[in-house]
């Protein structure tokens, strides 16, 4: 994996991928046998290699990169299927299996949660929105002024946000990333979610749930309203 990693960050060198790096990254990819798992470590790692690199000038040429290094590691993952993690809490390993899931993130983030209060997945998607990635929030209103709620400041961060304002709760509690990935299970993105709470957070690879939670944010999105209508 190091030797890996070493190839990927030299390949950075002049903000380009070109095809003979291509091949020899793809190569250690197939000979590691990169699983799910490994394949969102990889990606953090490369998410770190980035913003350590990017600046006001080289900014295009950087998010090029890591959607070429990225498109690599797709081509030369595991062929095993329906990859599923699952987590526990309290503890922090739930959030840190979000936490890498939007890091890894190279395209699009879709929320749907009744609420968001974790300072630190909050700041992570507004880096991610910064990045270019195109992220998409669903919530319900009655949590949203709550004390510690932060999507007062991810929507002032210029993320789309859209709201319940319904009698009823918008309760669910999943995301989807890019094309491939979700991220459901009972936990809140809270701290108390981490701190106290028995919670799960299941991550899976599966098409045909990342489908069926596809379709019922975009239904959802269709219906609601944004932030600033409420």
């Not at 879709?110 to 209060?117: A, D, M, P, R, V």
């Not at 799960?200 to 990342?210: A, E, G, H, L, R």
Request: hydrophobic fraction near 35%; include cysteine.
């Amino acid at each position: 994996m190091n030797e890996l990693l070493t190839a990927i960050r030299e390949s950075l060198d002049d903000n380009f991928l070109v095809k003979s790096e291509k091949r020899g990254i793809k190569s250690q990819v197939l000979e590691l046998g990169i699983d799910k798992r490994k394949g969102d470590l990889l990606r953090s790692e490369i998410f770190k290699m980035a913003q350590e690199k990017i600046n006001a000038e080289n900014y295009s040429e950087v998010l090029a990169w890591v959607e070429e290094v990225n498109k690599v590691l797709l081509s030369g993952k595991s062929s095993d299927s329906n990859n599923e993690r699952i987590y526990f809490s309290p503890g922090e390993t739930c959030l840190n299996g979000i936490l890498t899931q939007i890091k890894s993130a190279s395209q699009v983030i879709k929320i749907c949660l009744f609420t968001i209060s974790d300072n630190r997945i909050a700041q992570a998607l507004i880096s991610k929105h910064q990045q270019g990635v195109s992220v998409k929030i669903i919530t319900d209103n009655d949590k949203i002024y709550d004390k510690g709620s932060d999507i007062t400041e991810l929507f002032e961060a210029g993320i789309p946000v859209k709201v319940d304002v319904t009698d009823n709760h918008m309760h669910h509690k999943f995301a989807m990333f890019d094309k491939d990935t979700t991220i459901t299970g009972s936990y809140n993105w809270t701290r108390s979610a981490e701190r106290y709470n028995h919670e799960n957070v299941v991550i899976t690879d599966s098409k045909t749930i990342f489908q069926a939670f596809d379709k019922e944010f975009n239904d959802l999105w269709d219906e609601l309203i944004f932030y600033d209508e409420i």
